[in-house]
């Protein structure tokens, strides 16, 4: 089988891109098929032999900065509905033809602008969903630091009377009207099923009006065959992710204040780290150490000396890579009663589970998780025996065949037909 594999970054990036390059892997390398990348050019993109057919780059916040008519219209053309990306995949369809296009985070600089000319072929859509942007202009349901669901039954505009997209009417108001226009061009209906990685992120598309049958639940996978059962315990425990507002990490250092001989590293940047840091300075002094942006072997051995991890979110997380990976590792998780993160981390059985925004609750379950060694060796072995169970590859495989088989049908096609 032939499959169009989109996503805007062609690197390791985040956790869109990790999912979405382990997944090129697997239908090539595991199991035969073909698979066709569709990206946008960047000096950080792995080699690809498409690449000649992605889309030029475009910095998004560097343009809005500029200001001026221009600047705004090369935004908007890019942002919303863009004829460069329907070119750029026309060319690249012409030249390799493909059964089923694969969606994963387009918004902002590919666009669904792409599904006319998919469309227009014949061609199966199914789109994986790594945030919140179908349902808040913000992707995350977090404004002014909270949870903010206003832009709930369409009233988008109250993504520009808050300015949620990164403070800025102009940021705002682009993200505004791609969610009014996308609909009013019929591009969602386009899709033929939308893979949700959490249960919360299916029942929160059903509560805000997209048919239930259209929504397929199918967790994220990561391979634990080539990464050992780690038995290490240093004095350390760790944060991994972006340093942002809604990743609560200043609930994060405020329980670390609160706790005796322990160690915070925190792996990662973000617009907060100064901030962050100066926090940690006054409140915390010597128990943060902050290590800047890790990936590859060089994260796997941070989580690997680590006692646990912390994800404190204050934002409906979805399905943490950064839960996989210490789970692959045995290593267990404290993290906010929020979004996806209970559907990994099972109080009491793979790590321990705290009010979203208390640091005092924090503190007391950070405290607990270093006085019972013996209790959080278990639990470590528990979250690894729920990664190698629930989020293998063979079974996402076999669940996101099933996602094809169905949608291929709806358009006449059968996959047993199709050449792998």
Same mark, same amino acid.
């Given at each position: 089988?032939?499959?169009?594999?989109?996503?805007?970054?062609?690197?390791?990036?985040?956790?869109?891109?990790?999912?979405?390059?382990?997944?090129?892997?697997?239908?090539?390398?595991?199991?035969?098929?073909?698979?066709?990348?569709?990206?946008?050019?960047?000096?950080?993109?792995?080699?690809?032999?498409?690449?000649?057919?992605?889309?030029?780059?475009?910095?998004?916040?560097?343009?809005?900065?500029?200001?001026?008519?221009?600047?705004?219209?090369?935004?908007?053309?890019?942002?919303?509905?863009?004829?460069?990306?329907?070119?750029?995949?026309?060319?690249?369809?012409?030249?390799?033809?493909?059964?089923?296009?694969?969606?994963?985070?387009?918004?902002?600089?590919?666009?669904?602008?792409?599904?006319?000319?998919?469309?227009?072929?014949?061609?199966?859509?199914?789109?994986?969903?790594?945030?919140?942007?179908?349902?808040?202009?913000?992707?995350?349901?977090?404004?002014?630091?909270?949870?903010?669901?206003?832009?709930?039954?369409?009233?988008?505009?109250?993504?520009?009377?808050?300015?949620?997209?990164?403070?800025?009417?102009?940021?705002?108001? #682009?993200?505004? %009207?791609?969610?009014?226009?996308?609909? !009013?061009?019929?591009? &969602?209906?386009?899709?033929?099923?939308? *893979? @949700? +990685?959490?249960?919360?992120?299916?029942?929160?598309?059903?509560?805000?009006?997209?048919?239930?049958?259209?929504?397929?639940?199918?967790?994220?996978?990561?391979?634990?065959?080539?990464?050992?059962?780690?038995?290490?315990?240093?004095?350390?425990?760790?944060?991994?992710?972006?340093?942002?507002?809604?990743?609560?990490?200043?609930?994060?250092?405020?329980?670390?204040?609160?706790?005796?001989? #322990?160690?915070? %590293?925190?792996?990662?940047?973000?617009? !907060?780290?100064?901030? &962050?840091?100066?926090?940690?300075?006054? *409140? @915390? +002094?010597?128990?943060?150490?902050?290590?800047?942006?890790?990936?590859?072997?060089?994260?796997?051995?941070?989580?690997?000396?680590?006692?646990?991890?912390?994800?404190?979110?204050?934002?409906?997380?979805?399905?943490?890579?950064?839960?996989?990976?210490?789970?692959?590792?045995?290593?267990?998780?404290?993290?906010?009663?929020?979004?996806?993160?209970?559907?990994?981390?099972?109080?009491?059985?793979?790590?321990? %589970?705290?009010?979203?925004?208390?640091?005092?609750?924090?503190?007391?379950?950070?405290?607990?998780?270093?006085?019972? +060694?013996?209790?959080?060796?278990?639990?470590?072995?528990?979250?690894?025996?729920?990664?190698?169970?629930?989020?293998?590859?063979?079974?996402?495989?076999?669940?996101?065949?099933?996602?094809?088989?169905?949608?291929?049908?709806?358009?006449?096609?059968?996959?047993?037909?199709?050449?792998?």
């Amino acid at each position: 089988m032939k499959i169009l594999m989109v996503n805007t970054f062609h690197y390791y990036r985040g956790g869109d891109c990790v999912y979405t390059l382990g997944l090129s892997y697997l239908l090539q390398q595991m199991y035969g098929h073909k698979v066709i990348n569709f990206a946008m050019k960047h000096p950080f993109n792995v080699p690809c032999e498409y690449s000649e057919f992605f889309v030029p780059e475009i910095d998004l916040p560097k343009e809005l900065a500029q200001g001026g008519l221009r600047s705004g219209i090369r935004v908007l053309t890019r942002a919303i509905y863009s004829s460069k990306s329907k070119e750029k995949l026309r060319q690249l369809l012409d030249k390799y033809p493909v059964d089923i296009a694969h969606i994963q985070n387009i918004h902002g600089h590919i666009t669904p602008s792409i599904f006319h000319t998919l469309r227009a072929r014949n061609i199966v859509i199914v789109w994986t969903l790594h945030d919140y942007f179908l349902l808040c202009p913000n992707s995350t349901f977090f404004s002014k630091d909270k949870m903010c669901e206003a832009c709930k039954g369409g009233r988008f505009y109250n993504a520009v009377f808050k300015k949620c997209r990164k403070d800025s009417y102009a940021a705002s108001i #682009v993200v505004m %009207l791609e969610e009014y226009i996308h609909r !009013l061009l019929g591009l &969602l209906s386009l899709v033929d099923f939308f *893979i @949700a +990685p959490s249960n919360f992120l299916r029942n929160k598309m059903i509560e805000y009006h997209f048919p239930s049958d259209k929504v397929i639940h199918i967790p994220n996978f990561i391979d634990t065959k080539n990464t050992k059962l780690s038995l290490n315990n240093n004095d350390y425990i760790l944060y991994s992710g972006r340093l942002s507002y809604e990743k609560g990490l200043k609930t994060l250092i405020k329980a670390l204040s609160l706790c005796n001989s #322990v160690k915070l %590293l925190i792996a990662g940047e973000g617009p !907060l780290k100064v901030e &962050l840091e100066t926090m940690a300075k006054n *409140i @915390a +002094p010597k128990k943060g150490e902050f290590l800047g942006y890790l990936n590859g072997e060089r994260l796997q051995k941070i989580i690997d000396g680590a006692m646990f991890i912390v994800v404190p979110s204050e934002w409906y997380e979805n399905f943490p890579y950064s839960i996989l990976e210490a789970f692959t590792l045995g290593k267990p998780v404290i993290g906010s009663e929020i979004g996806g993160i209970p559907e990994l981390v099972r109080d009491g059985e793979t790590g321990l %589970l705290f009010e979203p925004g208390s640091a005092g609750d924090l503190a007391e379950k950070i405290q607990w998780m270093i006085d019972h +060694p013996k209790e959080r060796q278990e639990m470590g072995r528990r979250a690894r025996e729920l990664v190698e169970k629930k989020c293998n590859p063979e079974l996402h495989y076999e669940h996101l065949m099933g996602v094809y088989r169905m949608a291929l049908r709806k358009h006449g096609k059968d996959i047993d037909r199709l050449e792998g």
